[in-house]
Structure formats: C-alpha cells, structure tokens
C-alpha cells in the first residue's frame, strides 16, 4: 500500500515538474537564481542552499508553492502509468459515448445553421472593417448586428433531456422498478455524498462557525467577527499563500478583499506577458470574424443586457468572451475534461444560451480587462467546464443532478413524490440554476458568497446543495401546486434569497 502511494506521489511530482518547466514562472526562477550568484551572502561551497535560501527570502519560493497548489487543484491526480488519455479524460467508456454523441449533434446544428444562412464558419475580416472594431472595441454593446435568423445552439433543458436517457449498460436494472429509478430523473448509479458525509466536507459552514452572509448574532456579535475576519484576510494576502487564500474564503470574502483573495487562489497575477497575451487575443478577434462571435453576441443579448445587474457590463462580455474563442491555451484542459474540442474554426468550447453568465458576475470584481479575462478563464478550465460536459466526476453535472434529487428524495420524500405526481419533477426546475452556478438567478452579494464557497472548496457539489435548499425553503408552497407551471412559478424569483441561511438551516438544522 505504501508503495503505492510512493508511486502516485512521485508520478504526481513528475507531472507537476514536467508542468511547470515550460511556463514563464520557471524562466524567472532561472534569471534569479543566476542573478543572485553575484550576491557576496551566495557561496561556492554551500552554492545549493544560498540559492534555496534567496529563493525563499526573497518570496520566489512561494511564488513556486502557489504554482505547484494551483497544479495540485485544477489537475487529476495521476492514473497508473499505463491508464491510456482517454481513461484521464473519464474513466467510464458509457460517458465519454454519450458526451461523444452529444457533441455529433452540437456540431451538426451549428453545420446546419451556417448551411441554412450560407454563412461561413470563419473569415478574415477586411481592412476597413477591422479599423472600424478596433475603434468601437470599448462600446461594442452599441452595435446591433441582425441576429434573429442566429439561434442558440443549445439550452440547457436540450442538455438535460441527454443526461435523462443516460444509461450504465452493465448495470441491470431490471423491470420492476426499484426506489432510485422509479422516482428521479438521472438513472446512472454514481457515488454522491449522503447528508453527513456533507457535514462533514462542509464542517466549516457550521451553526457555531463564524460566517459572512449571515445577519442574526452567533455566540460572537457579526461586526466582531467581520472585523476580525477582515484583519485575518489582509494578512493572507501579505503572505500570498493560496493554500491559505483557499481555506480563509469558505467562511466568506470580505467585499474590499474578494477581487485580490480570488486572484491569488486562481494563481493569477496579471503579469506584462499576460497582458500581451490578452493584445494578441484582442488582435485575433479584429482580424477574423467567426460563427461563434455571432453566438456569443446573440447570447450575451438574450441574457446579460436584460439582466437587471449586468446589462451595464455588456461592453466587457463581448471582450472578454470573443477573446476565450480564440484562446488556444484553453485546450489544454481537454486533457481532463471527458469533451472533445472540435477540429476546425473553433477553439474548443461552443457557447449555448447563458453562457455569458459565468463572466457577467466577475465583472463586479474585475475592471482591468486582461485580468478579468484571466480570472474567468481560470474558473472556466477549474469549474465552469464541468457544468456543460457529461461525466462521473463529483463536481460533473450528472453527479450534481443525482445529488440534488438524492438529496430531495432522502429528505423530503412527501414533496418529491407530489412533485413527480403531478408532472413536475424537481431537476426540471433546478437544472438551469446549476448549470449557471445560480447566475442570474441570485442577488449578486449573494452569488459572489456561494461562489467564495466554491473556490473555497474546489467543488461545485454545493450548487446541488444550496438547490435543494431552495425546494426546501420553499416546500410548503409547492405543496399546495398541482402543475409544473406552477411549481415554477413559485421557484420563478430567487433574488431575495440568502444563501448561507438556507445552507447552514438544510445541512445543519435538519434532522437526519
């Protein structure tokens, strides 16, 4: 067993080395390093330990353990050595079929639609028209492109109709129905986590843990916690550690502190060659017009401009989302995402309605266009991904949809059973507030507190979580239905929830 675990640590190390060797953080700590043999302290006999020593003082060794953390979160931990790529990308061959399949489709209604519009999947665009982007690249919401013939290529209840005939072909179901594949809508047998298995994993978003999002007073009056919780966040980010970034924002961010807390748990610094990277991206757009540039602009109309918290940044999703079309850096998570990115004209991920917003929230945190765009690249490639693409990963959207109906029907077996009675089953209402991690959907201040929760954990499982909540809070309501309109109807407006409450009351107030 050890030797095992010998073995998965050094082939973990092996992955992270060969990772970091190419990256610019890797070529500064080799200019430091020779730059400091200049240093009278640097000597011959002891050359190893006074580099390591510089290194350390001189803050470049935590600059490399922030790198080596980021690794460690957002890459698998290593299969065995002989585990083929796709076995990384997802380990069960029914899945990575079905996402196979459900990406044959997406491409075929995108191939259809440029067939039917007799458009072209990318063009260079002329001169004059570059010149005329280039100028109005800060004001691109004043445009009104005709983009009614354009039609979202999916919506997320198309995706779920996909994850409902998911099957497990070596799993027997047999025809009398069971307890599980009688009542809910996801029918794959995957592991989720029971109540106190999410106690346990959630134990800091406890009854007797201080908390931000929470008004009434604990044992500890609110302002004396935030007070202190605010002291403790400024002297994380003195020390510029992401490990402890990590840990501190699961009791919540502090509003002035949230923007620099995110940064540093992403690993992201926004450094010159960053921002050149962001101009070449921005260039990459002026010069060549492509298919999903009108999908983007037709999502981000549908969506975030009628949006009564993010039309005012229009201006920045376009920029942001046209550059993510053409950044080639995010194939690099294909290697552990169960998708398959598409071989031609774009770079990986196709937009489906809502989309945009994964990024309009950021944009309360991020004015500087070139670190906005990298923090939501970064959530991307850790989280967001996982929400659209069909696997077994606990943080995956099948798993998240078992977890909330498992969850529902543990618990509130009588308002599940009258929900599935009347035609209104509950993951029909709730997939869409998951699949946008609630944008949209929550107040803002409350968004960005479950989003803490997210980064916090490196899990999206608390989406389900807080989803079922909701039913919950609202439970005596739906009692009353007899429709899935009316169910809806009362779920229609979630913006006057707190979210912390709702948690901490369904995971720690409950009796289980």
């Not at 080395?17 to 400091?36: N, P």
């Not at 500890?220 to 002291?231: A, G, I, Q």
């Not at 402890?244 to 502190?257: D, K, N």
């Not at 009588?414 to 035609?423: P, S």
Request: aromatic share 10%.
């Amino acid at each position: 067993m050890m030797l095992e675990q010998d073995t998965g640590l050094s082939l973990a190390i092996a992955q992270i080395v060969q990772r970091l060797k190419g990256s610019s953080l890797h070529s500064q700590l080799e200019r430091q390093a020779r730059g400091s043999l200049h240093k009278p302290e640097i000597k011959l006999e002891s050359l190893k330990e006074d580099i390591k020593e510089f290194l350390k003082t001189s803050g470049w060794e935590k600059r490399l353990q922030n790198a080596v953390y980021s690794e460690l979160n957002v890459f698998p931990s290593p299969c065995h050595p002989a585990a083929p790529p796709e076995h990384i990308k997802e380990p069960l061959v029914y899945m990575r079929k079905a996402q196979g399949s459900w990406e044959k489709r997406i491409l075929k209604s995108l191939n259809s639609m440029c067939t039917e519009l007799s458009i072209p999947l990318a063009r260079k665009r002329p001169i004059g028209e570059q010149k005329e982007l280039l100028n109005k690249w800060n004001e691109m919401g004043t445009d009104e492109p005709d983009l009614t013939l354009f039609r979202p290529v999916y919506a997320p209840k198309d995706f779920l109709e996909v994850l409902m005939n998911l099957r497990n072909p070596n799993y027997e179901n047999g025809d009398q129905p069971s307890f599980r594949n009688h009542l809910g809508l996801i029918q794959v047998p995957l592991k989720v986590k029971d109540i106190p298995e999410l106690k346990d994993y959630f134990s800091e978003l406890g009854l007797n843990t201080g908390q931000l999002g929470i008004d009434d007073s604990t044992q500890v009056p609110p302002e004396l916690f935030e007070n202190e919780h605010v002291r403790v966040g400024q002297t994380v980010l003195t020390e510029q550690d992401s490990a402890a970034a990590q840990q501190y924002v699961r009791q919540g961010c502090p509003t002035a502190l949230r923007a620099e807390l995110w940064a540093l748990i992403l690993n992201i610094s926004n450094q010159p060659e960053d921002i050149l990277y962001y101009e070449q991206l921005k260039s990459s757009v002026i010069q060549h017009d492509l298919l999903v540039d009108s999908l983007i602009y037709k999502d981000v109309k549908l969506t975030a401009s009628n949006d009564d918290y993010y039309f005012v940044f229009e201006d920045y999703l376009y920029q942001v989302l046209l550059c993510f079309s053409r950044d080639t850096s995010v194939l690099e998570h294909f290697s552990y995402n169960s998708a398959t990115p598409p071989k031609s004209y774009i770079r990986g991920v196709i937009p489906f309605h809502g989309f945009s917003m994964y990024v309009a929230p950021l944009c309360f945190l991020y004015h500087e266009p070139s670190k906005l765009y990298q923090i939501f690249r970064e959530m991307y490639v850790r989280f967001f991904f996982r929400l659209h693409s069909i696997s077994s990963h606990p943080s995956g959207i099948v798993s998240l949809c078992l977890l909330f109906e498992t969850l529902l029907q543990t618990h509130l077996p009588q308002l599940f059973y009258h929900l599935r009675e009347i035609g209104a089953q509950p993951l029909r209402i709730s997939f869409k507030w998951m699949v946008r991690a609630f944008s949209g959907y929550l107040a803002t201040d409350q968004l960005l507190l479950l989003w803490d929760r997210i980064l916090g954990y490196n899990s999206l499982e608390i989406l389900a979580v807080l989803a079922a909540a909701v039913f919950a809070f609202r439970a005596v309501n739906l009692m009353e239905v007899t429709s899935l309109a009316a169910a809806e109807a009362v779920l229609a407006d979630l913006s006057t929830l707190k979210v912390m409450p709702l948690l901490q009351i369904f995971l720690f107030a409950t009796v289980t």
